[in-house]
């Protein structure tokens, strides 16, 4: 057949902006008016796309060149599949040619279905799911903080696609689990089988930005508590869901307080965890009633832990630290006067520095905990604390505000400091927050309102938790009252 020239076109899709404002950039193939389009995989913010020339000019070198190389091997290699496909068939779609380009799977006959089902072991699945996506998520971390910004855009491309990937993983997986699920008897199915669709279901989330992959790493340790607990009790990896009933409730509870060594509200969080397995066991028709519903978590109040003003004027006047210890302190002192957790304090940039209302430093971040903005003023220790680093590596680098360590490490040194300089308590990372807001906020009368907005919180019920009512704050009342009364004159 007379082979029409073929020209591939490419453009910005200008309907599927993303959040970071760049724009994908599509191509279409038009062979005798019949017209086909698809995605290359790349993403360009529009000032960067020159339309004329149908190339990325703009931005970095880094990032322009890798670009504008793909979209000459996507040339190449459609022309090639053009050629080949003309001299193979009498007439050439475009749609041929994409399909050429990007194959679609085959369809499976009866048997391969029966072969796949057979060798289909989810559990296998989700392990290496798993270490795919814990790899991806601690790459995105490090392409975020420590790439240099111009090649940053580019690295974080490159990660989009790899996330894509894991994503269709998740999806060609999940196809096979349905199947699988759908020809067995349902009276075979295992919290084991049961705990991994759920995880599979709640990765798939992760991956598409609805929840957190530090959840998902709780959720692997409530499976694993649950496979501990029938190994232990039912001398079996796992049970069936028809095997459960009401007192497993009770049978596992006792496992993670006693065995386990869980405290109460962590051993809650793990049925309600496995309750949530179970309900959606339900939905799947697997079981026709949750054995747990009935089941009540019960939660204990935490004790707000907190230091007092003795114990923080002890740490500010401490001089015999080594370095890595002067560094802890400093962290500790800076999340005892901003009620900042460890994570937003590691997190904290020069950019989280603004200038409030009143004309002076305030420090501003949204909570990875509940995606609440926290925004404190800088108090003179604070900014004191600031200029000290001003000249660290990761400042001038990287625009980290502290040179914090890892949360463990930083724990470690704590307990030393505590030791070193006479402080009768169990110093932590979170210790700093609750300080932060009992002995500096509540303890000065600043309203339980304010503090709850300063600490992020949803709402102040969760902020009466850290109200803890100390013997000082008692003894201030006290002796106003007693004030108010020896004003009157008592006649006998």
Not at 78 to 100: F, H, N, P
């Amino acid at each position: 057949m007379a082979q029409e020239q073929l020209r591939p076109l490419y453009y910005l899709s200008r309907k599927k902006e993303r959040k970071d404002g760049k724009y994908p950039i599509w191509v279409r193939i038009r062979i005798n008016g019949e017209r086909k389009d698809f995605s290359t995989g790349l993403f360009v913010f529009p000032q960067h796309w020159n339309n004329k020339l149908k190339l990325v000019t703009g931005g970095a070198k880094s990032l322009s060149i890798p670009a504008n190389n793909v979209l000459s091997q996507i040339n190449q290699e459609i022309g090639y599949l053009y050629i080949l496909l003309c001299s193979k068939e009498k007439y050439v779609t475009a749609e041929m040619v994409v399909r050429a380009y990007r194959p679609q799977p085959k369809i499976k006959e009866e048997k391969d279905f029966k072969e796949d089902l057979k060798e289909f072991e989810l559990e296998k699945h989700i392990h290496e799911l798993t270490k795919k996506s814990s790899l991806h998520f601690k790459q995105c971390k490090k392409a975020e903080i420590y790439v240099s910004k111009s090649s940053r855009e580019y690295h974080l491309s490159v990660l989009d696609k790899e996330q894509n990937k894991i994503r269709q993983e998740i999806e060609e997986i999940e196809e096979r689990s349905n199947r699988h699920f759908n020809s067995v008897q349902k009276d075979t199915i295992t919290i084991q089988d049961a705990i991994n669709e759920f995880l599979l279901q709640f990765l798939r989330k992760v991956m598409a930005g609805k929840r957190k992959f530090s959840t998902y790493l709780k959720w692997l340790d409530t499976k694993q508590k649950l496979l501990n607990f029938t190994t232990y009790h039912y001398k079996r990896n796992s049970i069936t869901l028809t095997e459960i009933k009401l007192k497993f409730g009770e049978k596992l509870y006792d496992y993670l307080t006693v065995v386990a060594a869980c405290g109460n509200n962590n051993s809650m969080k793990h049925i309600k965890n496995f309750k949530q397995v179970l309900d959606r066991a339900v939905t799947s028709e697997w079981i026709t009633v949750n054995p747990l519903k009935s089941y009540k978590c019960t939660y204990k109040e935490p004790e707000p832990d907190a230091v007092f003003m003795d114990d923080i004027q002890k740490l500010i006047n401490a001089d015999n630290l080594n370095s890595s210890e002067e560094l802890a302190k400093d962290a500790f002192l800076v999340e005892t006067f901003t009620g900042y957790a460890y994570a937003e304090l590691a997190a904290l940039k020069t950019t989280n520095l603004i200038i409030g209302i009143d004309g002076k430093q305030w420090l501003s971040i949204k909570r990875r905990k509940t995606e609440r903005t926290e925004t404190v003023p800088v108090m003179k220790i604070v900014a004191d604390i600031i200029c000290k680093y001003e000249n660290h590596p990761k400042r001038v680098n990287y625009g980290f505000i502290f040179p914090v360590f890892s949360a463990q490490y930083y724990n470690k040194l704590l307990k030393a400091i505590a030791s070193k300089v006479g402080i009768d308590h169990d110093l932590h990372s979170h210790v700093g927050r609750h300080t932060f807001a009992t002995t500096i906020l509540l303890e000065n009368d600043v309203p339980l309102a304010t503090v709850s907005k300063m600490l992020g919180h949803h709402s102040v019920r969760i902020t009466e938790r850290y109200a803890k009512v100390s013997k000082k704050n008692i003894s201030k009342h006290v002796e106003r009252v007693e004030s108010l009364l020896y004003k009157f004159q008592f006649i006998d």
